[in-house]
């Protein structure tokens, strides 16, 4: 019964990594080692780019410089639906509007007050482009159509 319980023991411990890395390596007749060692390098052209064109505009209300956002992002659909570029590849990363602000110090007392100056609209839309030949074209196209932040 201890010696059953010897041999088990000593298997865990050969089976355990500890043990496996330090038992030397036993073939059989007619056995062969193998030893691989190998390093690669995989060179691919991209096939998709990744585009965000967008529309900064301003004006005196959020209205205005929204109106000449939806304006400007109009011309640049224009621009990406004649390029063929598929709709599921259009999307629509940013739009907002946001007052910038003036400050002043006021003369009577320390604090600084803020006044809005007018509106800032942004529109940014994410363009997956599968055909990188017209790339240079669209970004081209693009910027002639409005875009002012790409």
Do not use: C
Not at 64 to 91: K, T
Not at 103 to 119: K, L, P, T
């Amino acid at each position: 019964m201890r010696l059953v319980g010897l041999l088990a023991a000593a298997g865990l411990a050969l089976a355990s990594p500890a043990g496996a890395q330090n038992a030397p390596l036993v073939l059989q007749p007619g056995e062969t080692l193998l030893e691989v060692e190998a390093e690669g390098t995989h060179l691919q052209r991209p096939d998709v780019m990744k585009i965000v064109a967008g529309v900064v505009t301003t004006g005196d209300t959020a209205g205005e410089a929204l109106r000449a956002n939806s304006e400007l992002a109009a011309r640049m659909i224009e621009v990406v639906r004649a390029r063929n570029v598929a709709a599921r590849d259009v999307r629509t990363t940013e739009l907002g509007v946001r007052p910038p602000f003036e400050r002043r110090a006021n003369e009577y007392d320390d604090d600084i007050h803020r006044r809005i100056v007018g509106y800032v609209a942004t529109n940014n839309v994410e363009l997956t482009l599968r055909d990188l030949d017209q790339a240079s074209d669209l970004l081209d196209a693009l910027l002639s159509a409005g875009a002012n932040n790409v």
